[in-house]
């Protein structure tokens, strides 16, 4: 549900009203130009566009001038179709707006939200166009935003996901939303839909409908933090941490706001080697290192401009020991766009509900030495979108699965030393009781930029699990499972909390190997009152046992072909 929201929110914060659109068009005018491989040959093409494929699969690659490519207007309202017999079905196809079509536009608003999208349909499920990132470019249908800026353009780009449509539905939308930057001269440059076609699909007698394409901008504008303080009414008692929501982090405030922008405020425009940071800082300052907490509530949508991270300010008294500063997640919307949003410092991002948007292959979260990808106790995050976005690890970084939290890996993980100075690292996290790690057939795990790429992800099995088969043989290879060793005193082995205990307790047995384990219980006089089976697998294995009915001091017998312990147990009566 929390994917929907997202989307309804991006949407939420564009305008609704015709005439307001930064740029769009409905394809229904034409113009009638020469082939530009052949002028023997005329073609149709939507005013202002051109259709074209190329021989590496790129974008701006060199272009295929074997082949004409044009629209036929579509009875009876002048649609255009593309003809996909025209096309080289092993190859993407691209449909490009000319730069005419952006000409005279005025400059993007700076630090705004802006949702890019086309949508179009095609004749038959056949030809339904490929989702995700495991093509060229990483996109196999989607689009491509060229802003021009102070500098390189930047790319901004948009995956079309798989979702779940209907056999019988033909109808696709590929939206993005992005924010702008500070900078007044930003404008639209380029906006390139990109098609891939299932391969082996023969595509004769069968056409792609194209229905509309828009850039909209925002009519609201976000709520932009450029800095987050802290004081003693931010104060929590309980977790000994401050807690501050992006509502009341917002340097233009005075409205209000859903949709917020974690804003780059460097003098240049930014790059990896250019970042800009977002300061936590506490009123008045501690002399000992805090904990701020910058919290996304339901409701709420989050965008993080390019190369803008969270940090904090230095402690009272020191030039060298920093605040710590965590995203937390607690129900909304983190959109991620554009390239990485760096985590490090012993800082954390902490999920306990909501989404973690990835619009792109690029969209990143970097975690450096000492800090943290947290999952909250009983919460899962879906990391991904159909194969869209990656998770960096660096040397000294780790997931932070609490007890029954979950983790969803459903883009790449990739795991790196993120340091060319140091020699081969691993990396290790913990799985406590209830905990899960699952990837995805859409998942990938590399260690393709580690040092020698020995790197691999070792996994204390304290237990939790993993669910790994849907991964790549050779990417489940690099999944290390350590197992604590079980005691040679089987007794140590077993232990129970609470003990005396009012309706349920936990046991927890430590095995070697997969085994069965027989729980007997017995009364003080020798009558056996209860006996039940459990299957334990290597590591930490936690049960909520059957009990007694009536309250009284009992044994409680625990064995296996590892061992045998009789514990003495008692369950109190109801108050």
């Known amino acids: 549900m929390q994917k929907i929201n997202f989307f309804l929110l991006c949407i939420f914060c564009t305008t609704t009203a015709f005439g307001q659109f930064y740029y769009s068009t409905a394809f229904f005018n034409y113009?009638?130009?020469?082939?530009?491989?052949?002028?023997?040959?005329?073609?149709?093409?939507?005013?202002?566009?051109?259709?074209?494929?190329?021989?590496?699969?790129?974008?701006a690659g060199p272009v295929d001038s074997s082949r004409c490519i044009g629209v036929e207007p579509f009875a009876p309202f002048d649609q255009p179709r593309i003809d996909l017999s025209q096309i080289d079905p092993q190859k993407a196809l691209?449909?490009?707006?000319?730069?005419?079509e952006f000409a005279g536009q005025p400059s993007l608003e700076p630090n705004a939200l802006y949702n890019a999208g086309i949508?179009?349909?095609?004749?038959?499920?056949?030809?339904?166009?490929?989702?995700?990132?495991?093509?060229?470019?990483?996109?196999?249908?989607?689009?491509?935003?060229?802003?021009?800026?102070p500098g390189p353009q930047r790319i901004q780009t948009g995956v079309l996901n798989g979702g779940n449509f209907p056999p019988n539905y033909f109808y696709r939308d590929i939206n993005t939303c992005f924010p702008t930057e500070y900078f007044f001269s930003q404008n639209l440059n380029e906006?390139?839909?990109?098609?891939t076609f299932p391969p082996g699909a023969d595509l004769n007698g069968h056409y792609l409908y194209l229905d509309y394409a828009s850039v909209e901008p925002g009519n609201v504008s976000p709520g932009l933090i450029s800095e987050v303080t802290v004081g003693p009414n931010n104060y929590n008692s309980t977790s000994g941490e401050y807690d501050i929501n992006v509502g009341d982090a917002v340097s233009n405030g005075g409205f209000f706001f859903e949709n917020f922008i974690l804003q780059y405020t460097a003098p240049t425009f930014p790059s990896a080697q250019e970042p800009s940071y977002v300061i936590g800082s506490i009123d008045p300052n501690s002399p000992e290192q805090e904990t701020i907490n910058l919290i996304v509530n339901p409701f709420q949508t989050l965008e993080i401009q390019p190369f803008t991270y969270l940090a904090g300010a230095l402690v009272a008294g020191s030039d060298t020991l920093r605040h710590l500063v965590n995203l937390v997640n607690n129900g909304g919307d983190i959109c991620m766009n554009f390239v990485d949003f760096v985590v490090g410092g012993g800082d954390e991002f902490r999920y306990g509900s909501g989404s973690l948007y990835m619009n792109n292959a690029f969209s990143c979260m970097k975690f450096r030495s000492e800090s943290a990808l947290r999952v909250l106790e009983g919460s899962t995050l879906h990391y991904g979108n159909d194969g869209t976005g990656m998770l960096a690890l660096c040397a000294g970084s780790t997931i932070a699965l609490e007890r029954n939290a979950t983790m969803i890996v459903d883009g790449v993980l990739n795991m790196s030393e993120c340091n060319n100075d140091i020699p081969p690292q691993q990396l290790y996290m913990d799985l406590p009781p209830g905990s899960k790690l699952i990837f995805t057939d859409k998942a990938r795990l590399t260690n393709r930029y580690s040092q020698g790429q020995q790197m691999h992800l070792n996994v204390r099995m304290l237990?939790?699990?993993?669910d790994d088969a849907a991964l790549a043989p050779q990417d489940r290879e690099l999944i290390r499972r350590i197992y604590p060793e079980p005691s040679p005193e089987f007794a140590d082995?077993?232990?129970?909390?609470?003990?005396?205990?009012?309706?349920?307790?936990?046991l927890i047995y430590l095995a070697g190997k997969p085994e069965t384990v027989t729980?007997?219980?017995?009364?003080?006089?020798?009558?056996?009152?209860?006996?039940?089976?459990?299957q334990a697998l290597p590591g930490p294995n936690e049960w909520q046992p059957d009990t007694p009915e009536t309250a009284g001091v009992y044994l409680l017998t625990v064995e296996s072909e590892s061992g045998r312990v009789t514990k003495k147990v008692v369950k109190l009566g109801k108050q």
């Open 191 to 195: 906006l390139i839909a990109k098609f």
């Open 119 to 149: 949508n179009f349909h095609v004749s038959d499920a056949a030809t339904l166009p490929v989702p995700g990132t495991g093509c060229i470019e990483d996109m196999c249908t989607g689009l491509f935003i060229g802003i021009a800026v």
């Open 463 to 466: 237990g939790g699990t993993i």
């Open 94 to 100: 691209f449909l490009r707006a000319r730069s005419s």
């Open 519 to 534: 729980l007997r219980w017995t009364s003080i006089s020798g009558q056996t009152v209860g006996e039940e089976t459990r």
């Open 31 to 59: 113009d009638t130009l020469p082939c530009p491989f052949d002028n023997t040959k005329t073609l149709v093409f939507p005013k202002g566009w051109y259709l074209y494929q190329t021989t590496d699969d790129t974008w």
């Open 493 to 506: 082995n077993v232990s129970i909390a609470p003990n005396p205990f009012a309706d349920v307790f936990s």
